[in-house]
């Protein structure tokens, strides 16, 4: 069946199998391997991605349930070389490591700044509460959000 | 790789076309919302339709208070009941329980729809809906009926919903002077309950005229603890009260020893269990009776 979904702003239009599981469109049909394919069971939150804005896990979503919504995957954070703060964040504070849930960590980042510029430390831990990582610990990932909060207020700031 | 067998799949536009394709394919169609109960079912072979009939367009998406009573719609998903202040102020009890489903993520694409038809006895909307003596509105080829949460599961992951039916609305009847609150235990955040129970209390002139206890992941359906609301039924609340409605419930439930836990430890949470969430009901319904 054909599907149209934007993803990353370009709208596309694929032949999929109705059964075919939005991270395997993204990472195979797409190619946009930056996606990661982790526990399949919407436990670990590695493939999470921004579905109208909103983190949801891709591996227990239909990529025919997408047609007709924007996804947005963590290739879409940097533009034109320059990293999104989150990202940004994760470099300065050391918030990864293997990288593998690195991805999701991310994104769900993204949407919990875009919707409360300020969270707390609370707040952040909750928001990524439904994601798993095996590595680098928590605390990292958590000051790396904070990072981004603080210098994404000084940049509205300075604008 | 976990992927689901083959199936056809189709997008609704309307409740009765969704419900004419029910119709028309037959007991091997299944509706999908979130598909977050039903997509890792199918992943494992436990469900294999052949037909998807994918509702997340229809405007089934609303929490409102009409009149006596406070409506959700079948498609309003997790994050929105959590987020409700309206549910907050009316009925606690979800706030409570959706603090503690699954994650964020997962809250963001789940359907409190979703999760009653999935019957699972260890899912917390069936408690908090049965505790609250909810009904749901339940939509067919020839019309609509409208089913009491007493009777609306009839065994394990089975409801009274027929094949080609489905549920649009769920109704809580709003009273006076009503307190509710949800108490779980689980293994690690965002996991199912070891046990779960949802207790709602509605006081009149400082004795409790009626009351409502669901346990979850007590049986094998969510299980309404008829014995110990009418023990509750005409009495002024009060700790020792609670206790004894505990004890009733502990005996009234039928765990079964899993991984979560044996028999006795789960019947033993079932009783702590419902003393405290009927303790915070009470509390609850008292500081409301006081504005």
Request: charged share 20%.
């Amino acid at each position: 069946m054909d599907v149209t979904i934007t993803i990353n702003g370009e709208q596309v239009t694929r032949d999929v199998e109705p059964r075919q599981l939005l991270v395997h469109f993204i990472r195979e049909t797409e190619g946009l391997t930056g996606t990661h394919w982790g526990c399949d069971t919407s436990n670990c939150g590695a493939c999470v991605v921004l579905m109208d804005g909103q983190p949801i896990k891709s591996c227990t979503t239909l990529a025919a349930m997408c047609a007709g919504h924007e996804i947005r995957t963590v290739e879409s954070l940097e533009q034109n070389g320059t990293l999104d703060p989150v990202q940004q964040g994760f470099h300065e504070l050391h918030g990864l490591h293997c990288g593998f849930c690195t991805p999701g960590m991310l994104m769900t980042a993204r949407a919990l700044l875009d919707h409360n510029p300020n969270p707390t430390e609370q707040e952040i831990r909750t928001a990524i509460s439904g994601q798993i990582c095996r590595c680098t610990g928590y605390k990292n990932i958590v000051s790396a959000v904070r990072w981004a909060a603080e210098h994404e207020a000084a940049m509205r700031q300075e604008a | 790789m976990q992927t689901p067998a083959p199936f056809d799949y189709e997008r609704a536009t309307s409740v009765d076309g969704a419900i004419a394709s029910l119709a028309e394919h037959g007991p091997e169609a299944r509706l999908i919302a979130g598909g977050h109960s039903l997509l890792p079912m199918m992943k494992l072979r436990l469900a294999t339709p052949e037909y998807l009939i994918d509702i997340n367009d229809l405007e089934l998406s609303y929490i409102e208070e009409r009149m006596t009573e406070v409506r959700i719609g079948a498609l309003t998903r997790h994050a929105e009941l959590l987020e409700s202040d309206l549910l907050a102020r009316r009925f606690p009890v979800f706030r409570d329980a959706e603090e503690v489903i699954a994650d964020p993520v997962v809250r963001n694409r789940g359907t409190i729809g979703g999760s009653l038809c999935q019957a699972d006895a260890a899912e917390d909307l069936s408690a908090v809906c049965a505790a609250l003596k909810a009904s749901v509105v339940v939509k067919g080829p020839n019309g609509e009926r409208v089913i009491g949460m007493d009777g609306f599961y009839v065994g394990p992951f089975t409801t009274a919903v027929g094949a080609d039916e489905m549920l649009t609305e769920i109704r809580l009847p709003v009273q006076q002077g009503a307190g509710s609150a949800h108490e779980k235990v689980e293994r690690r955040a965002g996991d199912f309950a070891i046990a779960a129970v949802s207790a709602a209390l509605w006081l009149q002139g400082g004795t409790i005229a009626d009351a409502g206890i669901a346990l979850g992941a007590l049986g094998p359906t969510t299980i309404i603890a008829g014995r110990a609301e009418e023990l509750l039924k005409g009495k002024a609340p009060s700790e020792e009260l609670f206790a004894q409605a505990g004890e009733i419930a502990a005996e009234d439930c039928t765990p079964l020893p899993d991984g979560r836990g044996p028999v006795d430890y789960k019947r033993h949470l079932a009783g702590v269990l419902t003393t405290r969430a009927l303790r915070r009901a009470a509390a609850r319904a008292l500081q409301q009776e006081v504005h």
